[in-house]
């Protein structure tokens, strides 16, 4: 089933050549175990490093290159992050970078690992649902990548079209879809009354702040000047795709 709901189109090449397809290790950025700003509930985190979508005014240029970050095998790292995951009371994962299906295979075994332990996976893509479901036909590892996502939220993000109603997205030709029955209620609220985005700001103890969730620039540095942090100290932001 599909439970989607978007606000406006938007004619854009971006997201449109079909990714390479790519065996073997995961090229990864950054896990958290929870966090309440990347998704429904407490959730595991899992930023990927490369993007072949590239929208510009993109948050996370950063994790556009396929190179860099860490290069792990797929199913040792899912067995650690879903250990992490559970031990932290979380409910699902939310797959995002970088662009998730620009490795599919490798996102597809982690996110079926957090299946099987009974938690749900949210996939964030620059492709549109549209182009997945139409890759997947020739692509096993698209196929199944989208077999073990429930919630998706897809399409480039356009920064000509800021959406401000909706949570977790970042403009109004993007779609949050449940691809199973576990988020449509949400899907369906959301669609009905919007709802608001969160940000997480973490500093840890060597004064390096992660942020988590979605703030629009003026808004992010008007905060950071609040709490006197320093730009060159910012470790990461999350990519509005992102928003994938
Ligand atoms: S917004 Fe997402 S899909 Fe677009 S360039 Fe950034 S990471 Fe890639």
């Given at each position: 089933m599909s439970t989607s709901l978007g606000q406006a189109g938007g004619a854009t090449s971006l997201g449109t050549a079909m990714p390479a397809a790519c065996d073997g290790p995961l090229r990864w950025a950054?896990?958290?175990?929870?966090?309440?700003?990347?998704?429904?509930?407490?959730?595991?985190a899992i930023w990927v490093q490369g993007c072949a979508v590239r929208c510009p005014g993109c948050f996370n240029p950063q994790l556009w290159a396929a190179r860099g970050g860490s290069l792990d095998d797929p199913t040792t790292l899912a067995d650690r992050w879903v250990a992490d995951a559970l031990a932290a009371g979380a409910e699902g994962v939310t797959l995002l970078g970088g662009e998730p299906f620009d490795q599919a295979a490798a996102m597809a075994a982690v996110a079926e690992a957090f299946r099987a332990a009974g938690l749900t996976v949210m996939a964030f893509s620059g492709y549109t649902h549209e182009r997945l479901v139409e890759w997947a036909a020739e692509r096993p590892d698209i196929a199944r990548l989208l077999a073990a996502t429930d919630l998706l939220c897809?399409?480039?993000?356009?920064?000509?079209?800021?959406?401000?109603?909706?949570p977790?997205?970042?403009?109004?030709?993007?779609?949050?879809?449940a691809l199973t029955p576990v988020y449509?209620?949400?899907?369906?609220?959301?669609?009905?009354?919007?709802g608001a985005d969160s940000l997480e700001v973490r500093i840890a103890r060597d004064g390096t702040v992660a942020v988590n969730g979605w703030a629009t620039d003026a808004a992010l540095a008007?905060?950071?000047?609040?709490?006197?942090?320093?730009?060159?100290r910012l470790a990461s932001r999350r990519v509005r795709e992102d928003l994938s």
């Amino acid at each position: 089933m599909s439970t989607s709901l978007g606000q406006a189109g938007g004619a854009t090449s971006l997201g449109t050549a079909m990714p390479a397809a790519c065996d073997g290790p995961l090229r990864w950025a950054r896990f958290v175990p929870a966090t309440e700003a990347e998704g429904p509930g407490v959730r595991a985190a899992i930023w990927v490093q490369g993007c072949a979508v590239r929208c510009p005014g993109c948050f996370n240029p950063q994790l556009w290159a396929a190179r860099g970050g860490s290069l792990d095998d797929p199913t040792t790292l899912a067995d650690r992050w879903v250990a992490d995951a559970l031990a932290a009371g979380a409910e699902g994962v939310t797959l995002l970078g970088g662009e998730p299906f620009d490795q599919a295979a490798a996102m597809a075994a982690v996110a079926e690992a957090f299946r099987a332990a009974g938690l749900t996976v949210m996939a964030f893509s620059g492709y549109t649902h549209e182009r997945l479901v139409e890759w997947a036909a020739e692509r096993p590892d698209i196929a199944r990548l989208l077999a073990a996502t429930d919630l998706l939220c897809d399409g480039p993000y356009l920064r000509d079209l800021p959406d401000t109603t909706r949570p977790w997205i970042g403009s109004r030709n993007q779609e949050i879809r449940a691809l199973t029955p576990v988020y449509a209620e949400r899907v369906r609220e959301i669609a009905a009354s919007g709802g608001a985005d969160s940000l997480e700001v973490r500093i840890a103890r060597d004064g390096t702040v992660a942020v988590n969730g979605w703030a629009t620039d003026a808004a992010l540095a008007a905060l950071l000047d609040d709490l006197g942090v320093r730009g060159d100290r910012l470790a990461s932001r999350r990519v509005r795709e992102d928003l994938s």
